[in-house]
């Protein structure tokens, strides 16, 4: 009894469907991922996610969350506060509004400022905690910009590291990158990408 009640809150919170077909796509897209791809992870046709994402059909619980794992997202990802005025969507974030990425146990969690991902870029707000390190370097095929707005960030960037603190930005472009918070408080990092990758 508890669980269908807590799946019918969860239910009530979910995106109106147009808006939640439009982020759903754009997610799709960030992940390079093609309508077949996604069907075959989560098991549906590819006709029932496409009437998903124009809007048509409305999506289940347990398809969200199939659809969440599939596309590296948090279910949080696709749920909104029920006290968001309709005219604010896609054009305001408030505070207590934000989209919320990654987890503690990682040492980095993400809010997204950007109303979605239907723009060129996206903006976050990133935070690594004391002694949060990424060993693994990645390249993404993005241009990225970061300013510091608290903490300091070891950065390694195509073979060069860089120590920043509060006050620095950089840029990396389709570069080989990792980072490490050497400090002991968080690092705070807000962070603009082109194109979306979340």
């Known amino acids: ?6 799946a019918v809150e969860v239910s009530a919170a979910l995106l109106p469907g147009a808006k939640l077909g439009q982020d759903l796509r754009a997610l799709r897209k960030t992940r390079g991922l093609t309508l077949s791809e996604l069907a075959l992870k989560v098991g549906r046709s590819v006709g ?4 998903v994402e124009r809007g048509i059909s409305e999506l289940g619980i347990d398809d969200l969350r199939a659809l969440a794992a599939a596309l590296e997202a948090p279910l949080s990802w696709f749920l909104i506060h029920e006290d968001v ?6 054009q305001v974030v408030r ?11 990682t ?23 004391p002694g949060a390190e990424r060993k693994q ?18 950065l390694w960037i ?32 807000i962070w603009v990408i082109s194109p979306p990758v979340y």
Request: glycine share 12%; net charge negative; with cysteine.
């Open 85 to 90: 005025p309709e005219d604010e969507r896609g």
């Open 95 to 105: 505070a207590a509004g934000r989209r919320h990425i990654g987890s503690a146990e």
């Open 1 to 6: 009894m508890a669980a269908s009640r807590k």
């Open 137 to 154: 370097v990645i390249t993404r095929d993005t241009e990225e910009t970061g300013y510091l707005v608290a903490g300091e960030l070891e």
């Open 158 to 189: 195509g073979g060069r590291h860089f120590h920043l603190k509060a006050g620095d930005s950089f840029r990396t472009e389709r570069e080989p990158t990792r980072w490490r918070n050497p400090g002991k408080v968080p690092c705070e990092v």
């Open 107 to 129: 040492g980095l969690t993400e809010e997204l400022l950007s109303p979605d991902l239907g723009g060129s870029f996206e903006v976050l707000r990133s935070v690594f905690a």
């Open 48 to 51: 029932f996610l496409s009437q």
